[in-house]
T-cell receptor, first 114, second 115 residues
Framework: AQSVTQLGSHVSVSEGALVLLRCNYS??????LFWYVQYPNQGLQLLLK??????LVKGINGFEAEFKKSETSFHLTKPSAHMSDAAEYFC????????????FGAGTRLAVHP | KAGVTQTPRYLIKTRGQQVTLSCSPI?????VSWYQQTPGQGLQFLFE???????NKGNFPGRFSGRQFSNSRSEMNVSTLELGDSALYLC??????????????FGPGTRLTVL
């Protein structure tokens, strides 16, 4: 069965610092991986997705993620944090044959302080 | 283009009651998925509908059901509510329902509180 693990339920960074949110996946087949962001009292917004075209994926709001098969990882990064990045971030994988069935990690809450 | 809309946004019910939540997908989208979000269990897939047919179902009891209409609007129903059903229920829509190539767009959710 496919699954994702997000290391660190809470991450705190200073404004302007590097953001690194960790995601490791478990999959018996080539995975399709996603990062979503959720702002308070809102639904989920897609940041980026990996669909095997390129290992370095660029998303919205300056975020990017690198797919590393040898490490089974898909970590999310942003070079310089902004106060508006404070939110909860979810890594997800599509279940094989599961059409739109997303399997989510537990989430990482990012805090950005001045 | 209007986004995914969910009604109502907030709902308070008591144990034993039933509830119906509604989701209107983005125009032209034929796939609608439902997710439950709780602090303890996180985000869990409930079911997915495509062209009025349920294609996929998560691991939830039969009290949770759904349907999709010919205009792609979807409803989910929870009968005999339990305290543990308190959650944010999210709806997502996509064009073809092929998650690997489609993008799923989420609505703002319906916050259900069961007393």
């Amino acid at each position: 069965a496919q699954s994702v693990t997000q290391l660190g339920s809470h991450v705190s960074v200073s404004e302007g610092a590097l953001v690194l949110l960790r995601c490791n996946y478990s999959s018996s087949v080539p995975p399709y991986l996603f990062w979503y962001v959720q702002y308070p009292n809102q639904g989920l917004q897609l940041l980026l997705k990996y669909t095997s075209a390129a290992t370095l994926v660029k998303g919205i709001n300056g975020f990017e993620a690198e797919f590393k098969k040898s490490e089974t990882s898909f970590h999310l990064t942003k070079p310089s944090a902004h106060m508006s990045d404070a939110a909860e971030y979810f890594c997800a994988v599509i279940s094989p044959g599961g059409y739109n069935k997303l399997i989510f990690g537990a989430g990482t809450r990012l805090a950005v302080h001045p | 283009k209007a986004g995914v809309t969910q009604t109502p946004r907030y709902l308070i019910k008591t144990r034993g009651q039933q509830v119906t939540l509604s989701c209107s997908p983005i125009s032209g989208h034929r796939s609608v998925s439902w997710y439950q979000q709780t602090p303890g269990q996180g985000l869990q897939f409930l079911f997915e509908y495509f062209s009025e047919t349920q294609r996929n179902k998560g691991n939830f009891p039969g009290r949770f059901s759904g349907r999709q209409f010919s205009n792609s609007r979807s409803e989910m129903n929870v009968s005999t509510l339990e305290l543990g059903d308190s959650a944010l229920y999210l709806c997502a829509s996509s064009f073809r329902g092929e998650g690997r190539t489609d993008t799923q767009y989420f609505g703002p959710g319906t916050r259900l509180t069961v007393l």
